[in-house]
């Protein structure tokens, strides 16, 4: 829960498909 926004802040383009693989 916690990964998914760290994960948007680095790579904005993947955000949305890294959101969608861990929720």
């Not at 990964?3 to 861990?22: F, G, M, W």
Request: charged share 5%; proline share 17%; aromatic share 0%.
């Amino acid at each position: 829960s916690s990964t998914p926004p760290v994960i948007q802040l680095s790579q904005p383009s993947s955000s949305a498909l890294t959101t969608t693989s861990e929720p």
